[in-house]
């Protein structure tokens, strides 16, 4: 029995014992004892009573007595039921009166390029930040615009932002100066509601060099920190209000490997919330540094040579370019030494929250969705580039050999002459075989073989061939939002017209031959493209293409290297890899004189085909793939210039500048390309 | 507890000379004067000792409070005391029963130490509270309402005892209630809400044992609580006056609902019964007190001195003072039983009425059982004011012992 326990029934015991008394006591007659307020009748007094002035006091001030006792034993009663039964709840209260937990955030972890060079680092910053109601407040809006020197509208803006949540607060100044900070902690008596806080901001040296790779961070959202909440897995990160998550790219990608986990220190406090003591500690872990396979020399050559390029395609005429990718990758291993996108973006307009002007334009269709990684999001027609694919899908099927003859008059008429198509060179190749059709790009070659599968037992042999080369599947590379691309065939045409009669549903000759130029329904992504040329320069393997190399811990070193996955293993006879293989490297120094010009100047071998995607109602768009050495394939260059023209007078350009900065050897060639293949 | 009888004689008899029993024994026609008593024997200890053991308590829990708070002067304390003791002993020896025909010398000291603090010069506000002078050239602060208090019930005890225990004419009735009218509106022009309500619980429970008519005091009563309905009424009505200050309407509010205002009075007493709760059995100890020595309980040497005294003792030390003041109490009405003179009867009915009002008051407070008023728990609470009164209230007590057997 508890002490507790033991006092209540002690103090119940005498409490009965006491009115038990009294009542007996007077009941008996034997007392005294009276009880009365005021006095209605003189009072009779009683035998004992001598006293002749006393008359009815004896009543009255017992009743008084009685009434001190009753208070204090309401009082009694209700310390009883607040301290003793009670208790615990109170006690609980009053620790967490006391009681706050503290966090600290950890530092993200870097990302460095594959030399090291910090790509996105941290830098120490000063923020402001504000409750959602100092909006309501006009002077405040007004005296803190003066004291940033920011537009009262700009203020006001900032405040309305809810970016980081509604109940969050809100930034309004990112890196505010000494003076500031110091002003606002002076008079934080006019400042209700607004604080400074100590935070680390990422920092990006080379301002948006690689900004598709490394994505950007920002606020976690509500729906991330309810999948946090949510989350059964106790590894996972628990996110709260107001923290900093990846929100694109290899921020995104590697988030649980950056993010760091969160410091925390149960403090007791004061009621002015100042420290007291500590009670428990738990240091911030830093995140992980990220190392990438990126080449920060070769992104800048990429990025730069597609400039050059849709420069270029200006000077050519094609004034709508804007648009374009590159992707640099080695051969040998899958590493992504570069992946350049335009238009760009910088990451920095995301420090401390972006603003909505800001993201709207960064979404808005008019300046072309700047923050889609066009070279793994971005899904194109293949064109030209398709053509050795379907070469080897024609010598695969028995459809051709290397020495079936083909005579190209410019204006193909195979499927009779109602249905002719135009080559590009309307004015005919000529004789032609396999060979000299991949070099020329003779469409007239590939519409012949195009009607032979729509004829042949293996209707599909095409489709196969590509989807051996890894189209119509995502490459799996450790980047968000890598998009699937598409190799159509019957099954897909009739689910996919739907809507339209069983005869527009049909697979026609027509979808063979567009299939085998690369037009039509085929859609791939730059990376894919270079993953197939690739597997064609290592004869048959393909390594994942991928951008993480290893992961730094902080004081520790490496931790972990990626280990390069073989994804393909392409078995193909070796005379067909000779035969296309020969066939590039002559796309690159036999098809045009003043394509050559500019690959002369290069000490190695470089094999590649170009590409020029019609669409209707659009400019060109042009392709160069490259790898190179021819024999032993390092590197492997994908280039694509939406709206440029011609592959070989746009992309062309960014491929050569990419490897002239992997070579050292830069394109000195004035010679402008003008009788290049498409 | 007097009632709590115990199965021996001699337990008994200890009992009741704790309460002061014993002197009822004594022979009615005891010729003893105060002059040959010996010192002994002019003490009444049934209530000297309780009143020491809580001057002492109540200086422990001053003392605990000064580690934290430093407005708590320990030695502040102790001076008033010293003061309180020196006043104390100057009252005991004092023949109260020459009060007993100075009605109009009484009433017009009770009016003068009431508007002492509305005197230009001599006025002063001590923590945002008026109703302070500063004595000129001696600096010397104090709340002149609290001596109030004392003449307040000389003054109505002398008046009632001249009805010998009956008010049968409702004249009479009604020039004591407007008697006592008189400090009481005066308080609350200063404003002192608090003192004011002390007072007038004082003067009616003189009034009612003085042998007023049932059925008048419970019309005053009804009356009273129109009243009051009126005020508050009127005072939470736009357009009507505004009688209750806005911090007093609140605390009123507050009281129903705590929730209602979580950061001000709201907070302050939600503080205080985290307080009172979480000290549980035992309590935290000295300087444990969280609530109390971090600043969560406001007024924790003063208003609130019982929440940490609650904290750090727990439902211990809350049984022992609630004892020690229950022992004082009861051994007085034992005092008053035995007077004689309805003089000395009624002056111990006030002094008691006073007693067991700040009691109710500001322990009720802290428990969340009464709103929330500036009001000391006598004894206890750190000032000098209401250290010297509560002691010349002991005086008091004393000194109708001393004089209650011999001729008026």
């Given at each position: 029995?508890?002490?507790?326990?033991?006092?209540?029934?002690?103090?119940?015991?005498?409490?009965?014992?006491?009115?038990?008394?009294?009542?007996?006591?007077?009941?008996?007659?034997?007392?005294?004892?009276?009880?009365?307020?005021?006095?209605?009748?003189?009072?009779?007094?009683?035998?004992?009573?001598?006293?002749?002035?006393?008359?009815?006091?004896?009543?009255?001030?017992?009743?008084?007595?009685?009434?001190?006792?009753?208070?204090?034993?309401?009082?009694?009663?209700?310390?009883?039921?607040?301290?003793?039964?009670?208790?615990?709840?109170?006690?609980?209260?009053?620790?967490?009166?006391?009681?706050?937990?503290?966090?600290?955030?950890?530092?993200?972890?870097?990302?460095?390029?594959?030399?090291?060079?910090?790509?996105?680092?941290?830098?120490?910053?000063?923020?402001?930040?504000?409750?959602?109601?100092?909006?309501?407040?006009?002077?405040?809006?007004?005296?803190?615009?003066?004291?940033?020197?920011?537009?009262?509208?700009?203020?006001?803006?900032?405040?309305?932002?809810?970016?980081?949540?509604?109940?969050?607060?809100?930034?309004?100044?990112v890196?505010?100066?000494?003076?500031?900070?110091?002003?606002?902690?002076?008079?934080?008596?006019?400042?209700p509601?607004?604080?400074?806080?100590?935070?680390?901001?990422?920092?990006?040296?080379?301002?948006?060099?690689?900004?598709?790779?490394?994505?950007?961070?920002?606020?976690?959202?509500e729906?991330?920190?309810?999948?946090?909440?949510?989350?059964?897995?106790?590894?996972?990160?628990?996110?709260?209000?107001?923290?900093?998550?990846?929100?694109?790219?290899?921020?995104?990608?590697?988030?649980?490997?950056?993010?760091?986990?969160?410091?925390?220190?149960n403090?007791?406090?004061?009621?002015?919330?100042?420290?007291?003591?500590?009670?428990t500690?738990?240091?911030?872990?830093?995140?992980?540094?990220?190392?990438?396979?990126?080449?920060?020399?070769?992104?800048?050559?990429?990025?730069?040579?597609?400039?050059?390029?849709?420069?270029?395609?200006?000077?050519?005429?094609?004034?709508n370019?804007?648009?374009?990718?590159?992707?640099?990758?080695?051969?040998t291993?899958?590493?992504?030494?570069?992946?350049?996108?335009?238009?760009?973006?910088?990451?920095?307009?995301?420090?401390?929250?972006?603003?909505?002007?800001?993201?709207?334009?960064?979404?808005?269709?008019?300046?072309?969705?700047?923050?889609?990684?066009?070279?793994?999001?971005?899904?194109?027609?293949?064109?030209?580039?398709?053509?050795?694919?379907?070469?080897?899908?024609?010598?695969?099927?028995?459809?051709?050999?290397?020495?079936?003859?083909?005579?190209?008059?410019?204006?193909?008429?195979?499927?009779?002459?109602?249905?002719?198509?135009?080559?590009?060179?309307?004015?005919?190749?000529?004789?032609?075989?396999?060979?000299?059709?991949?070099?020329?790009?003779?469409?007239?070659?590939?519409?012949?073989?195009?009607?032979?599968?729509?004829?042949?037992?293996?209707?599909?042999?095409?489709?196969?061939?590509?989807?051996?080369?890894?189209?119509?599947?995502?490459?799996?590379?450790?980047?968000?939002?890598?998009?699937?691309?598409?190799?159509?065939?019957?099954?897909?045409?009739?689910?996919?017209?739907?809507?339209?009669?069983?005869?527009?549903?049909?697979?026609?000759?027509?979808?063979?031959?567009?299939?085998?130029?690369?037009?039509?329904?085929?859609?791939?992504?730059?990376?894919?493209?270079?993953?197939?040329?690739?597997?064609l320069?290592?004869?048959?393997?393909?390594?994942?293409?991928?951008?993480?190399?290893?992961?730094?811990?902080?004081?520790?070193?490496?931790?972990?290297?990626?280990?390069?996955?073989?994804?393909?293993?392409?078995?193909?006879p070796?005379?067909n890899?000779?035969?296309?293989?020969?066939?590039?490297?002559?796309?690159?120094y036999?098809?045009?004189?003043?394509?050559?010009?500019?690959?002369?100047?290069?000490?190695?071998?470089?094999?590649?085909?170009?590409?020029?995607?019609?669409?209707?109602?659009?400019?060109?768009?042009?392709?160069?793939?490259?790898?190179?050495?021819?024999d032993?394939?390092?590197?492997?260059?994908a280039?694509?210039?939406?709206?440029?023209?011609?592959?070989?007078?746009?992309?062309?350009?960014?491929?050569?500048?990419?490897?002239?900065?992997?070579?050292?050897?830069?394109?000195?060639?004035?010679?402008?390309?003008?009788?290049?293949?498409? | 507890?007097?009632?709590?009888?115990?199965?021996?004689?001699?337990?008994?008899?200890?009992?009741?000379?704790?309460?002061?029993?014993?002197?009822?024994?004594?022979?009615?026609?005891?010729?003893?004067?105060?002059?040959?008593?010996?010192i002994?024997?002019?003490?009444?200890?049934?209530?000297?000792?309780?009143?020491?053991?809580?001057?002492?308590?109540?200086?422990?829990?001053?003392?605990?409070?000064?580690?934290?708070?430093?407005?708590?002067?320990?030695?502040?304390?102790?001076?008033?005391?010293a003061?309180?003791?020196?006043?104390?002993?100057?009252v005991?020896?004092?023949?109260?029963?020459?009060?007993?025909?100075?009605?109009?010398?009484?009433?017009?000291?009770?009016?003068?130490?009431?508007?002492?603090?509305?005197?230009?010069?001599?006025?002063?506000?001590?923590?945002?509270?008026?109703?302070w002078?500063?004595?000129?050239?001696?600096?010397?602060?104090?709340?002149?309402?609290?001596?109030?208090?004392?003449?307040?019930?000389?003054?109505?005890?002398?008046?009632?005892?001249q009805?010998?225990g009956?008010?049968?004419?409702?004249?009479?009735?009604?020039k004591?209630?407007?008697?006592?009218?008189?400090?009481?509106?005066?308080i609350?022009?200063?404003?002192?809400?608090?003192?004011?309500?002390?007072?007038?619980?004082?003067?009616?429970?003189?009034?009612?044992?003085?042998?007023?008519?049932?059925?008048?005091?419970?019309?005053?009563?009804?009356?009273?609580?129109?009243?009051?309905?009126?005020?508050?009424?009127?005072?939470?009505?736009?357009?009507?006056?505004?009688?209750?200050?806005?911090?007093?309407?609140?605390?009123?509010?507050?009281?129903?609902?705590?929730s209602?205002?979580?950061t001000?009075?709201?907070?302050?007493?939600?503080?205080?019964?985290?307080?009172?709760?979480?000290?549980?059995?035992?309590?935290?100890?000295?300087?444990?007190?969280?609530?109390?020595?971090?600043?969560?309980?406001?007024?924790?040497?003063?208003?609130?001195?019982?929440?940490?005294?609650?904290?750090?003792?727990?439902?211990?030390?809350?049984?022992?003072?609630?004892?020690?003041?229950?022992?004082?109490?009861?051994?007085?009405?034992?005092?008053?039983?035995?007077?004689?003179?309805?003089?000395?009867?009624?002056?111990?009915?006030?002094?008691?009425?006073?007693?067991?009002?700040?009691?109710?008051?500001?322990?009720?407070?802290?428990?969340?059982?009464?709103?929330?008023?500036?009001?000391?728990?006598?004894?206890?609470?750190?000032?000098?004011?209401?250290?010297?009164?509560?002691?010349?209230?002991?005086?008091?007590?004393?000194?109708?012992?001393?004089?209650?057997?011999?001729?008026?």
């Open positions: 029995m508890s002490i507790t326990t033991l006092l209540f029934i002690l103090g119940i015991i005498a409490v009965v014992a006491t009115i038990a008394i009294v009542i007996v006591r007077v009941l008996q007659g034997r007392s005294r004892f009276r009880v009365d307020i005021g006095s209605p009748q003189p009072q009779a007094r009683s035998a004992e009573d001598s006293s002749n002035n006393d008359i009815g006091f004896k009543g009255r001030i017992n009743a008084i007595g009685i009434g001190v006792l009753a208070i204090l034993a309401t009082l009694l009663a209700r310390l009883w039921s607040m301290q003793l039964l009670s208790s615990r709840e109170y006690v609980e209260q009053a620790e967490s009166n006391r009681l706050r937990t503290i966090t600290t955030r950890a530092p993200r972890g870097r990302i460095l390029d594959r030399n090291g060079t910090e790509l996105v680092t941290n830098r120490p910053s000063l923020t402001v930040v504000a409750e959602g109601t100092v909006l309501d407040d006009e002077f405040e809006i007004q005296l803190l615009a003066n004291v940033l020197g920011m537009p009262r509208a700009a203020v006001r803006r900032k405040l309305q932002d809810t970016v980081e949540g509604a109940q969050s607060v809100r930034t309004v100044c890196d505010a100066t000494r003076s500031v900070v110091a002003f606002i902690a002076e008079h934080s008596d006019v400042f509601g607004i604080t400074v806080e100590q935070r680390t901001q990422r920092s990006y040296p080379f301002g948006s060099l690689a900004a598709h790779v490394l994505g950007y961070t920002g606020a976690v959202t729906e991330q920190l309810d999948a946090s909440r949510n989350s059964t897995d106790n590894s996972s990160i628990q996110y709260e209000s107001g923290d900093t998550v990846g929100q694109a790219g290899v921020e995104f990608q590697f988030e649980s490997v950056l993010q760091g986990v969160r410091g925390e220190r403090v007791y406090v004061d009621a002015n919330g100042a420290v007291t003591s500590s009670v500690s738990l240091p911030a872990v830093s995140g992980s540094d990220v190392m990438l396979t990126i080449d920060a020399s070769i992104q800048q050559a990429a990025e730069d040579g597609l400039q050059h390029a849709i420069e270029m395609a200006h000077q050519y005429g094609y004034v370019c804007r648009k374009g990718a590159c992707v640099v990758l080695d051969a291993n899958g590493d992504i030494l570069a992946m350049a996108s335009v238009p760009s973006f910088e990451p920095g307009a995301f420090i401390g929250g972006i603003s909505n002007d800001d993201w709207d334009y960064l979404n808005s269709e008019e300046n072309d969705y700047p923050l889609m990684n066009r070279a793994i999001s971005g899904q194109y027609m293949s064109a030209s580039t398709i053509k050795p694919l379907t070469a080897i899908a024609a010598i695969n099927n028995g459809i051709a050999t290397p020495d079936t003859p083909y005579y190209c008059t410019g204006y193909w008429t195979g499927f009779g002459g109602a249905y002719g198509q135009y080559c590009w060179e309307q004015s005919g190749h000529g004789d032609m075989n396999l060979h000299s059709g991949i070099i020329h790009s003779c469409d007239s070659v590939f519409y012949e073989i195009g009607k032979d599968f729509f004829y042949s037992d293996n209707r599909e042999g095409m489709q196969e061939v590509y989807r051996e080369f890894g189209l119509g599947t995502p490459t799996g590379v450790d980047l968000p939002g890598e998009s699937e691309g598409r190799v159509p065939d019957a099954a897909w045409k009739w689910r996919y017209f739907s809507a339209y009669s069983d005869e527009d549903r049909q697979w026609k000759g027509g979808d063979c031959t567009n299939l085998a130029i690369g037009q039509g329904d085929l859609l791939v992504t730059v990376i894919q493209m270079a993953c197939v040329y690739m597997g320069g290592n004869r048959g393997t393909v390594w994942r293409p991928h951008v993480l190399k290893s992961i730094l811990a902080r004081d520790v070193g490496t931790v972990a290297d990626y280990t390069p996955q073989q994804i393909l293993k392409i078995d193909e070796a005379s890899y000779d035969l296309i293989i020969a066939a590039l490297k002559g796309v690159i036999e098809e045009s004189e003043s394509m050559t010009e500019h690959f002369l100047s290069l000490s190695h071998e470089v094999a590649g085909k170009t590409g020029t995607g019609e669409r209707t109602g659009e400019d060109l768009t042009g392709w160069f793939l490259a790898f190179s050495p021819v032993t394939p390092k590197y492997v260059v280039a694509i210039v939406e709206e440029g023209g011609f592959g070989a007078t746009s992309a062309m350009y960014c491929v050569r500048d990419v490897l002239g900065q992997i070579y050292g050897e830069p394109d000195l060639s004035e010679v402008e390309v003008s009788d290049a293949t498409r | 507890m007097a009632e709590i009888p115990t199965s021996s004689i001699a337990g008994s008899r200890v009992l009741e000379s704790m309460f002061g029993g014993a002197a009822g024994k004594r022979p009615k026609n005891n010729t003893k004067t105060p002059k040959n008593q010996g002994a024997e002019s003490i009444y200890w049934p209530v000297i000792l309780p009143a020491l053991m809580l001057v002492a308590f109540g200086l422990l829990v001053v003392w605990s409070a000064s580690l934290t708070i430093s407005d708590a002067s320990f030695i502040r304390q102790l001076i008033g005391v003061f309180g003791v020196i006043a104390a002993i100057a005991w020896r004092f023949d109260y029963r020459s009060l007993s025909n100075l009605t109009r010398i009484l009433l017009i000291v009770d009016i003068v130490l009431m508007v002492l603090p509305l005197i230009p010069g001599l006025g002063y506000e001590s923590h945002g509270m008026s109703g002078i500063r004595i000129p050239f001696i600096g010397l602060t104090l709340q002149p309402s609290e001596l109030a208090k004392l003449v307040t019930i000389y003054l109505m005890a002398a008046l009632v005892a009805y010998n009956r008010i049968d004419n409702i004249q009479e009735y009604l004591l209630c407007l008697t006592l009218a008189v400090p009481f509106v005066l609350l022009i200063q404003p002192d809400l608090g003192t004011g309500l002390i007072i007038l619980f004082t003067g009616a429970m003189i009034i009612i044992a003085g042998g007023a008519k049932r059925s008048w005091v419970l019309s005053t009563l009804a009356i009273m609580i129109g009243i009051i309905a009126l005020v508050i009424i009127s005072s939470m009505t736009e357009g009507l006056p505004h009688i209750l200050k806005d911090y007093q309407l609140k605390r009123l509010i507050v009281f129903v609902d705590p209602v205002d979580p001000g009075d709201g907070y302050n007493l939600q503080q205080a019964k985290i307080a009172v709760g979480s000290g549980g059995l035992f309590g935290k100890g000295i300087g444990n007190a969280s609530q109390a020595g971090q600043g969560f309980l406001p007024e924790a040497h003063t208003d609130f001195v019982f929440a940490l005294l609650a904290e750090e003792f727990g439902f211990v030390g809350s049984c022992v003072l609630i004892g020690l003041f229950g022992w004082l109490m009861v051994s007085c009405i034992r005092l008053s039983q035995l007077c004689e003179q309805p003089f000395a009867k009624l002056v111990v009915v006030g002094v008691v009425s006073m007693w067991c009002f700040q009691v109710l008051q500001n322990v009720g407070m802290c428990i969340g059982l009464m709103p929330i008023t500036g009001i000391p728990l006598p004894f206890v609470s750190f000032g000098s004011s209401s250290m010297l009164t509560q002691l010349m209230a002991v005086g008091m007590i004393q000194s109708v012992w001393r004089y209650r057997q011999s001729p008026a």
